[in-house]
């Protein structure tokens, strides 16, 4: 077990190095962005989007939990103690938290499409999140195959760390992102349908208490990056129309003026 707590400490440094490292390089880069309306041109200076390291405070404390609960005698105790808690009460297991973990996600599409408007777009919180869930798989699934951890119902070793809970609170996260700005109680909403998740998945003994904690670390992880990379993708799926980045650039745009319509060219050196 000291050995799997070793390899997973490695691998989670390993991936906070290279998220800092990033990070650094883009903190203080500016771009110019070329912004065109009608006939007249005007330049405003935006800041590259950088990750706020205050949000990582909170899923890195759970995953650091999660991680040393594998290891440090007195957590293990208290995965072991709220396991037999739970049996003894023998709460009837409900199937329910494969659904619950996607609740937050959908709630934001439902209630963009009853006009309720998020931050983003249908295309952009599509990406958002699409690009949330590839994350928090490519942290949990390798994850799990390395540490080995024996479920609770000793059904296989791929209790650590918990993907139901990592997928629940990467979509409330998601949730709160888009509502913040706009509706702080509406953008909490999501919360409680991830801690359902979590609180189901040791009750139906698929999972430690240290494997739920480090689950939602990781999946509120998965959204913040989700988020900070969210510009970078968006320009390489864009290609050739995405914002030009140097003083020199040429645009080919239609226009309509006292009903006649043509096609102007705008070069800007």
Known sequence: MKKQFQKTLVYVMILSSVVSRINAQNTNDTIR??????????????????????????????????????SIKNLKQLNLSTK???????????QLDNYTQYAPAVMVYGLNAIGIKGKHNLR????????????????????????????????????????????????????FREYKDTNFWLSISG?????????????????????????????????????????KIDNLLRGKNKVKTSLSSTMVMPFYQNKIVGIGLVKTF
Not at 41 to 70: C, D, H, M, R, W
Not at 144 to 164: A, I, M, Q, W
Request: aromatic share 14%; net charge negative; glycine share 8%.
């Open 191 to 231: 919360y409680p349908f991830a801690i359902f998740t979590g609180v189901y998945r040791m009750l139906n003994d698929k999972h430690w208490l240290g494997d739920v904690i480090a689950g939602a670390g990781f999946g509120i992880l998965s959204t913040e990056l989700a988020y900070w990379l969210f510009p």
């Open 124 to 175: 952009d919180r599509t990406i958002i999140y699409a690009s949330s869930q590839l994350i928090a798989a490519a942290f949990t699934m390798p994850l799990k195959y390395l540490v080995k951890e024996e479920r609770p119902d000793g059904s296989n070793t791929l209790s650590f760390p918990s993907g139901h809970a990592a997928t629940a609170f990467s979509s409330a996260q998601f949730m």
């Open 84 to 94: 037999v808690e739970i049996n003894e009460h023998q709460p009837k297991q409900i």
């Open 33 to 70: 962005v070329q912004q065109y309306v009608d006939d007249s041109i005007g330049t405003k200076e935006v800041q590259k989007n950088t990750l706020n390291y205050k949000s990582l405070i909170i899923p890195g404390a759970f995953i650091t939990y999660g991680v040393a609960g594998l």
